[in-house]
């Protein structure tokens, strides 16, 4: 008979501990391996993950930011269709019909650096509210990304999350950008490490990646490609590794930038058979009271400056 997902992982868990409990002294991190190479790795990681991680979001980051100043704001919303039936851990949540979702806020502090916070929640199919706690984000990347044909960055995250969405509290993601565009086309990367600290932590490998064309002024159309290949030095077997293809659109509608997607699951039991996303995001200037149409238009917009995880 076939491990499920969650028994491959908590099978891997115990084996790590037990390797863990022989090799290891100090502080646990989640690294598997006490070859000198991975201790250095992690602990430039442990370093770098200081500023700032997350699921709530289905997004490929372009490197764009909101000038120095500004306030962005912007609403994840995820529907999993038809999602997996089992929690990626016990007592998680299970995907199946659960709308996971965040209000995300930025302000732009350089040219090259851009700070935000998330508030995370999820309803599960049974219509029960959990938040997800918080999260902080520290974002740096070349200035005027939207302007250039080579762009460039990366983004640090920080979470505190609640036993229902994680199997340790403290987690962590580094995400580097790397896009290019020519014409109405462009590509971007996103080779994103998923880190989570303590007894259950470990060091995911989670890709991402997004091509598009411009159709019009205010309208793209594209496809993401969005990974979980499981812990680096350990993947998952590919059939329970995630990996999931979405048809993507970028409009706007009045002052605000939407991205909807609808995501097939490419493996099983590893994926999500059939997922919905949509991102909607506006300068916050644009919702104060008294703030036109034409004036908030007017304003730089720098609506969704990370297209569609």
């Not at 109405?184 to 995911?204: A, M, Q, T």
């Not at 990646?209 to 030095?233: C, S």
């Not at 350990?234 to 590794?241: A, G, H, V």
Request: aromatic content about 12%; some cysteine; hydrophobic content about 40%.
């Amino acid at each position: 008979m076939c491990m499920s997902t969650v028994d491959r992982r908590q099978a891997y868990l115990r084996e790590r501990s037990i390797k863990s409990n022989s090799r290891h002294t100090g502080r646990d991190f989640g690294v598997r391996s006490a070859r000198p190479g991975l201790l250095l790795l992690t602990g430039l990681i442990v370093a770098l993950a200081t500023p700032a991680q997350a699921v709530d979001e289905i997004q490929v980051y372009n490197a764009e930011i909101a000038k120095v100043g500004e306030w962005t704001v912007q609403q994840h919303l995820n529907y999993a269709i038809q999602g997996r039936r089992e929690p990626d851990f016990p007592g998680g949540l299970i995907p199946n019909h659960a709308l996971n979702g965040t209000p995300e806020f930025a302000q732009g502090i350089t040219p090259w650096w851009e700070w935000g916070f998330y508030i995370p929640w999820a309803v599960d199919e049974s219509g029960r509210l959990y938040s997800n706690a918080a999260k902080i984000r520290s974002l740096f990347a070349s200035p005027d990304a939207e302007k250039r044909e080579f762009f460039y960055g990366i983004n640090f995250e920080f979470a505190y999350a609640t036993r229902k969405f994680s199997d340790t509290h403290w987690t962590s993601e580094i995400r580097p950008i790397i896009g290019w565009r020519k014409g109405d086309y462009e590509f971007i990367v996103n080779p994103i490490l998923d880190l989570s600290f303590g007894r259950n932590g470990e060091i995911d490998f989670a890709p991402a990646a997004r091509f598009a064309k411009k159709i019009a002024e205010e309208f793209q159309i594209g496809v993401e490609y969005y990974a979980d290949f499981g812990p680096v030095g350990n993947f998952l077997p590919l059939r329970e590794q995630g990996h999931n293809i979405y048809g993507v659109v970028d409009f706007k509608v009045g002052v605000v930038d939407v991205n909807f997607g609808i995501g097939y699951g490419l493996t099983s039991p590893g994926s999500d058979r059939w997922m919905a996303k949509m991102i909607l995001g506006t300068d916050l200037n644009n919702l104060l009271p008294g703030k036109s149409g034409d004036t908030a238009s007017a304003s730089a917009l720098p609506m969704l400056r990370q297209v569609g995880k």
